[in-house]
């Protein structure tokens, strides 16, 4: 049996076999239809903190999209004002160095949405095809009934970790080193260093290589 973990990997593997993209993401949804839980292929967690800013201004958010019959949807596509587009397109997308969106909402055998497969590109690549669209399309139900499975199972939680913690906790799972970890959050040596500390220290594992093997 495969571990959520596995299914993640499996699913950004399946995506990225058959459309290019720049940046892929899935998360889970809440009772409220709020996008939770993200997890993504490139190690990149600038935009974690700066997202609840824009989450009204989304035009994915789930909270759209809850009685629509389709599931996977291009730039195009979304919801809310051209003014509203612009400035979340503005605003969040661009300074996280992408342009273009497809959303493919992952629902239960009851037709609930209980996830996303977010995909992004940088506007040298492009926006996304109705070829492609219709690739994410055909695999939606697939990828849904895998994540369903994947989320039915207990996940192992990190207890109480700080946002900064957070920050550094993503990036050790992707392997990065004290020194990567660093530069990429403008932070001290020393601090990184603290912070994983802490961090093993919470999840009760003796090295980074226990918890990338706990965690990842």
Partial sequence: MFSSSQIRQQIFSAVRAVIPTGRLCLYRTDANLEPCDFRFDDGDTRWIPVYPRFAHLDPFHPRHFGQHRNSVFSSAQGAGTTAQREAYLRGFLQPMGMSFKMEAFLRDPEGCIVGGVRLSR??????????????????????????CSSIARPEPMLPDLTPRESEV????????????????????????????????YKADRPNRVALIARYR
């Fill in 122 to 147: 940088p506007s040298e690549m492009g926006e996304f095809r109705l070829d492609e669209v219709a690739v994410l399309r055909g695999l939606q139900p697939l990828i849904s009934s895998v994540w």
């Fill in 169 to 200: 906790f993503h990036r050790l799972l992707v392997g990065q080193s004290n020194k990567q970890i660093a530069l990429e959050l403008s932070m001290a040596l020393p601090t990184v260093k603290t912070h994983v500390k802490s961090i093993l």
